[in-house]
């Protein structure tokens, strides 16, 4: 079974310094990987995410990911943060596309980024 | 150009109470997903439909708990004799056939269910 672990619940970070989110998988197979972003009250939208090819991602927002098979993490980074990118992040793990066409995520547990002045 | 349409957005009901949440996935999709978000928790696959058809149920609650996506209309999840545990925010995801499959789900904004 596939598992994911965001190991920081809450990461706090002035604005426009760099940040870095991690997040480790176990899984027993080749997997793609997601990052989702949780503003309050509202539903998760994707961030980036990586299904092959080169191990750094770059999604919304300026933000981007590195897949590091061997150490099996799919970190998030962003450069300088911004007051607007305080929200909940969310690291999950498919392993690919189901019987059916379908497609089963399993998330973390979240990480609460707060930017502050 | 709608996105996954979840309503209510908010429900409150006493225990004992049935709760309908309802689900229309995003134009030309075909698979549905229902996953709980608990305070201070991820979220929890719970069912994974397409029309007419449950396809993985594995993190329904064996009691309480159902899901249905019929022919015509939206996905429902229904929860019968909530108890206080139940309360929580529900999140209904969508994904496009399997030929236009990208990998990631799309989701809506989320039904918040609190018993009283």
Same mark, same amino acid.
């Given at each position: 079974?596939? &598992? =994911?672990?965001?190991?920081?619940?809450?990461?706090?970070?002035?604005?426009?310094?760099?940040?870095?989110?991690?997040?480790?998988? &176990?899984?027993?197979?080749?997997?793609?990987?997601?990052?989702?972003?949780?503003?309050?009250?509202?539903?998760?939208?994707?961030?980036?995410?990586?299904?092959?090819?080169?191990?750094? =991602?770059?999604?919304?927002?300026?933000?981007?990911?590195?897949?590091?098979? &061997?150490?099996?993490?799919?970190?998030?980074?962003?450069? &300088? =943060?911004?007051?607007?990118?305080?929200?909940?992040?969310?690291?999950?793990?498919?392993?690919? =596309?189901?019987?059916?066409?379908?497609?089963?995520?399993?998330?973390?547990?979240?990480?609460?980024?707060?930017?502050?002045? | 150009?709608?996105?996954?349409?979840?309503?209510?957005?908010? !429900?409150?009901?006493?225990?004992?109470?049935?709760?309908? !949440?309802?689900?229309?996935?995003?134009?030309?999709?075909?698979?549905?997903?229902?996953?709980?978000? !608990?305070?201070?928790?991820? !979220?929890?696959?719970?069912?994974?439909?397409?029309?007419?058809?449950?396809?993985?149920?594995?993190?329904?609650?064996?009691?309480?708990?159902?899901?249905?996506?019929?022919?015509?209309?939206?996905?429902?999840?229904?929860?019968?004799?909530?108890?206080?545990?139940?309360?929580?925010?529900?999140?209904?995801?969508?994904?496009?056939?399997?030929?236009?499959?990208?990998?990631?789900?799309?989701?809506?904004?989320?039904?918040?269910?609190?018993?009283?």
């Amino acid at each position: 079974a596939q &598992s =994911v672990t965001q190991l920081d619940s809450q990461v706090p970070v002035f604005e426009e310094a760099p940040v870095e989110l991690r997040c480790n998988y &176990s899984s027993s197979v080749s997997v793609y990987l997601f990052w989702y972003v949780q503003y309050p009250n509202q539903g998760l939208q994707l961030l980036l995410k990586y299904l092959s090819g080169s191990t750094l =991602v770059k999604g919304i927002n300026g933000f981007e990911a590195e897949f590091n098979k &061997s150490q099996t993490s799919f970190h998030l980074r962003k450069p &300088s =943060v911004h007051i607007s990118d305080t929200a909940e992040y969310f690291c999950a793990v498919s392993e690919g =596309v189901l019987t059916g066409g379908g497609n089963k995520l399993t998330f973390g547990t979240g990480t609460q980024l707060k930017v502050e002045l | 150009n709608a996105g996954v349409m979840q309503n209510p957005r908010h !429900l409150v009901r006493r225990r004992g109470q049935e709760a309908r !949440l309802r689900c229309s996935p995003m134009k030309g999709h075909s698979h549905v997903y229902w996953y709980r978000q !608990l305070p201070e928790e991820g !979220l929890k696959f719970m069912v994974y439909l397409q029309k007419e058809n449950i396809i993985d149920e594995s993190g329904m609650p064996k009691e309480r708990f159902s899901a249905e996506f019929p022919k015509e209309g939206p996905s429902i999840l229904r929860i019968q004799q909530v108890v206080r545990g139940d309360s929580a925010a529900y999140f209904c995801a969508s994904s496009p056939p399997n030929t236009k499959n990208t990998g990631e789900l799309f989701f809506g904004e989320g039904s918040r269910l609190t018993v009283l």
